[in-house]
């Protein structure tokens, strides 16, 4: 390098230590500030003695807090989060509050004057305040400083990866499941500007370019493609099989196992680890993570070593191995990222409140309760996890992991109490569009370069709910179908089932509804379970699945009371004659085998319908009657939902079965030109094959489950 290069290097690295010295000033110069203004308005917060001070005196002892309270809080408060992994998350969120307080009691008793003091539960409050502002400031300075940006971002990295070897120089995948949203919706969020991140991948118009400004459309970088459910439109089937690579046996989000007379639950710890198991088993490979891999926010591992806030680990015993420093420690390592997702939480709560009042106030229909502890269920699902699940992609592409996957539950929550569509759903949409355009920014100033796949597990179809409707639920007309009596006042089910499971996953409490036995007593009456506009019927007392003719023979006006119910699609039956068989209304009953050439009740379903209930036929643990809900194409898609929801999932019907798969165009198409990508199975194939593309094989497995049976 010639003498005069060497120079400028040299100033080049003296004006960015001199950039950050002068950003660090102004960020105590403001804090200081902070500090004069709280102690003024605060009763139980003072800056001088009770004799009083001078202004100066005041001033330099605000001073000398300030700046005792962040080099306290840059010292000692990593090694406080280290020595707080093994705490629940949402415990560690308030314990940052508390510690941070205890921090700001400290710095003051540093300060030479010895003359200020704050009381506990004061401290907690501008020690919060302080953080939020320093956090605000800073932001504010790095805006337009690449340098003081990169920076910032590789403090929310691993504090391990500095330990690791270098990495591969080859591309990274990062797996951005958005629960819920469907295929249209997503087109719809793009054309009403609500995702400009998703429409510059598009190379659509209305795009925005750094910094919310209008940018031209520019080319395509992303294609999106459709896909089809299986017949249990719902996360557990779909990220079991998106995973790994089998959903074999998931019949619906609950069902009833005959062989252990357990009620297996997709968000329950103990049932999520057995059906991983079930399905690395049955595939024999551990799943698409397997290789230097990352699951955040799942129900499911797919095989990776490092997790957070995933379900099907729940119940082990947190140690090394499995407490996931990417996730909490880079997360919660800053208290400022504690204060602003805590005030983001209150201020969540208080818009719940706020709409569902407004939807009451107006008279919305359809709709469903909002209340008890469902504002605090959303705020966790859209805040909370959002934040968490955010932060740990970001430490994970910091830290160069090869492959990573992560569930953004946000929309799906919402849009369960507030509709698919509408401003409640619209708004979350944008926020989940600003996640990707942050984890989008980290790609940039990480140590490989990465692909972004943004795919759905499922769609969402509107709806109001069965019982709302006709004024009884599932369970009750069974009952009745059965001559049994039906109670007065049924329990109603729960909803939002992955928030709420993230909840307890965060809180480390076992997932259990209590309209649900998991060991139902042997008795002849029958088990209604529900998953969104699908419902399943099993009788516990019997120990294999029953025929049409048994169940004739027992009650003889059950099938026809369910078939001929305008709120009933369809029913699936065993027959002793026909094998599977589907019932309808007016006595329309179509064998399996025949319903390609005469589709009889599920036309209206259109394509892909006879295959999907071919498929679940052939379950071993599929329940006596399977009942999917009425359909209405004519009303915006409508379906009828046996749980408390107003946009459901879990049966077919609209757009619930058509979520989306947003790809690179680096990678190979998803599917050959005129064909279709059906099942959770085959996107599971696809991602794979996509591994292998990034500088491949990244999944050590010899070949293709098909391949390996062929």
């Known amino acids: ?74 010292v000692f408060w990593p090694l406080l989060v280290r020595l707080l992994l093994l705490v629940p998350a949402l415990v560690l969120g308030l314990l940052v509050f508390v510690l941070n307080g205890v921090l700001l009691i400290v710095a003051l008793r540093l300060v030479p004057s010895g003359d200020s003091e704050a009381a506990p539960e004061t401290a907690v409050i501008v020690a919060a305040v302080m953080s939020a502002v320093a956090s605000a400031t800073g932001a504010a300075l790095a805006v337009r400083d690449d340098d003081a940006y990169r920076r910032r971002l590789y403090r929310l990295a691993d504090r391990r990866r500095r330990t690791l070897p270098p990495g591969p120089s080859g591309p990274g995948t990062v797996f951005i499941q958005l629960d819920g949203v469907g295929h249209d919706v997503l087109l719809d969020a793009v054309d009403k500007d609500l995702m400009p991140t998703v429409a510059r991948w598009l190379g659509r118009a209305g795009g925005k370019g750094p910094g919310g400004s209008p940018g031209a459309p520019a080319r395509p970088t992303h294609r999106l493609t459709p896909w089809r459910t299986d017949w249990s439109s719902q996360t557990g089937a779909s990220q079991l099989g998106i995973l790994h690579g089998s959903n ?4 619906a989000f609950r069902w009833y196992e005959k062989a ?85 939480f209150i201020a969540e709560v208080g818009r719940e409140i706020g709409q569902s009042s407004r939807a009451r106030a ?74 990707l355009a942050l984890i989008a920014n980290v790609a940039e100033h990480a140590p490989r370069p990465y692909r972004i796949v943004v795919l759905s597990d499922h769609g969402q179809s509107p709806g109001e709910t069965f ?30 089932a992955e928030a709420r499971a993230a909840v307890r996953a965060a809180l480390r409490r076992p997932v259990e509804e209590g309209d649900e036995q998991r060991r139902p007593s042997r008795r002849s009456e029958p088990i209604v379970l529900a998953s969104g506009n699908l419902g399943l019927v099993s009788f516990p007392d019997v120990p294999h699945r029953m025929t049409k003719e048994e169940i004739d ?91 408390e929801q107003i946009g459901s999932h879990g049966g077919l019907g609209g757009a619930q079965g058509k979520p989306f798969l947003l790809s690179p165009l680096a990678f190979s198409a998803a599917v050959g030109d005129g064909e279709d990508l059906v099942g959770a199975e085959q996107v599971h194939r696809v991602l794979r094959r996509w591994l292998r593309e990034s500088n491949g094989p990244q999944v050590p497995v010899a070949a293709e489950p098909e391949e390996r049976a062929a």
């Open 467 to 496: 019982r709302s409707r006709y004024g009884l639920g599932l369970g009750d007309l069974v009952r009745a179908g059965c001559g049994l009596p039906v109670p007065r006042k049924a329990e109603r089910t729960h909803s939002g």
């Open 553 to 643: 023979a027992r009650h003889p006006a059950l099938l026809t009371t369910l078939a001929n119910h305008p709120g009933v699609g369809f029913l699936l039956v065993r027959s002793e004659e026909h094998g599977g068989l589907v019932l309808g209304a007016y006595g329309a009953e179509v064998p399996l085998d025949r319903l390609d050439d005469d589709p009889g009740p599920l036309k209206i379903f259109g394509p892909g319908a006879a295959d999907a209930v071919r498929r679940t036929h052939s379950f071993p643990n599929t329940a006596d009657i399977m009942v999917n809900s009425a359909y209405d194409p004519a009303e915006g898609g409508e379906v009828l939902a046996f749980e």
């Open 248 to 251: 074999h046996d998931v019949p």
């Open 362 to 435: 107006r008279k919305d229909r359809p709709r469903v309760s909002r209340g008890g502890l469902y504002p605090l269920v959303r705020a966790f699902a859209t805040v909370v996890e959002r934040d968490v699940v955010v932060a740990a992609v970001m430490g994970d592409m910091l830290a160069g992991r090869t492959a990573v996957y992560a569930d953004l539950v946000a929309y799906d929550e919402v849009a369960h109490h507030s509709g698919p569509c509408g401003r409640d759903a619209d708004k979350v949409l944008e926020r989940l569009d600003r996640a």
């Open 1 to 74: 390098m010639r003498p005069g290069g060497e120079l400028g290097v040299r100033d080049g690295r003296w004006r960015r230590v001199a950039s950050q010295v002068g950003r660090s000033a102004t960020v105590w110069a403001v804090c200081t500030v902070t500090l004069l203004v709280l102690a003024g308005i605060l009763p139980d917060f003072q800056l001088q003695s009770p004799d009083g001070d001078s202004a100066t005196d005041i001033a330099v002892t605000a001073a000398l807090g300030a700046g005792a309270f962040g080099v306290l809080s840059a």
């Open 260 to 344: 252990g007379r357990e009620v297996m639950v997709c968000n329950r710890p103990a049932n999520a680890a057995e059906l991983q198991r079930r399905a690395i088993d049955r595939t024999g490979d551990g799943g698409l993570l397997t290789a230097d891999g990352a699951s955040r926010g799942n129900l499911f591992s797919g095989g990776a070593d490092e997790q957070a806030l995933v379900l099907s680990i729940a119940t082990r015993r947190r140690g090394r191995e499995n407490r996931s420093r990417a996730g909490y420690f880079a997360y919660f390592s800053d208290p400022a990222n504690a204060v602003r997702t805590a005030l983001s």
